[in-house]
């Protein structure tokens, strides 16, 4: 391997910025494991490896880690997730085919990188390989997000979208889609999906994951057909009101308990 250039190691720090990832459609990951998983789904276009191509003050320059790995890789970003200024929106075509899956993850504004990268990592242990993101969600090409992965963005489709614009194309088109989204006034998730789940089994369902803070938006909000809620409970094993809780959970954390229930054999 020829040694790493100046303008290489100054290039490959620059795609922590958005911007620099759009305009040439190029994303870093760290770490062995990591960038030979995304190998399996994206093309890699440089290979940096401490001792071999670059120094360890190199990679320290390049690496956006506290601790750098001694591994570097640079990919090209697929074609279809790729957003310009922020304002990407699919076709109406696209639209039929994102939400063909028979479980479709929605996301409406998660704006932490960490809990962006959880999620993808969660979906691909459950077997739910799209995800449709509103255009203020979280890069999924950001390196927090792609470290959190850990190589599952490989198998991971995400696209980001106008959501409302989406949702209405999707209700349109599939008369028997069912849209969940949790809600603090949603019924139990446990008692709906206990009802629902069989009646789905052939059925498209889309699950909606609002923002940390504020949930989901009254803009797709109205697209909701089963609104669902985690139900928090006492130390004897019984529910409670969520208004009872000081914390909310953690949407990587609801996401995971919601996927894991819609799984569940019944």
Known sequence: ???????????????????????HGLFVAEGEKCVEELRRGFELVTLVREGVNATRTEIEQMSSLRTPQGVIGVF???????????????????????SEAALTLVLDGIQDPGNLGTIIRTCDWFGVHTIICSPDTA??????????????????????????????EVRSTKDDVRIYGTLLDGKNMY????????????????????????????EVRKFITHPIYIPAYSDLGKTKETSDVVES??????????LAEFRRPR
């Not at 090209?76 to 994102?98: D, F, G, I, Y």
């Not at 009646?199 to 923002?211: A, C, E, H, P, V």
């Open 249 to 258: 959970l953690n949407v990587s954390i609801a996401t995971a308990i919601v």
């Open 139 to 168: 890069d999924c090409y950001n390196p927090k997000v792609v470290q959190a992965t850990m190589g599952a963005l490989a198998r991971v489709q995400v696209h980001y979208v106008n959501l409302p614009e989406w949702l209405e």
């Open 191 to 218: 008692n709906v999906l206990r009802d629902d789940v069989q009646d789905t089994k052939d059925r498209r369902s889309l699950i909606i994951m609002g923002n940390e803070g504020n949930g989901i938006s009254k």
């Open 76 to 98: 090209r970003k697929r074609e279809a997730t790729s957003s310009e200024a922020n304002q990407h929106t699919v076709s109406n075509s696209e639209a039929h085919q994102h």
């Open 1 to 23: 391997m020829e040694h790493i250039s100046k303008a290489q190691v100054k290039f490959i720090r620059s795609l922590q910025q958005k911007k620099v990832r759009d305009e």
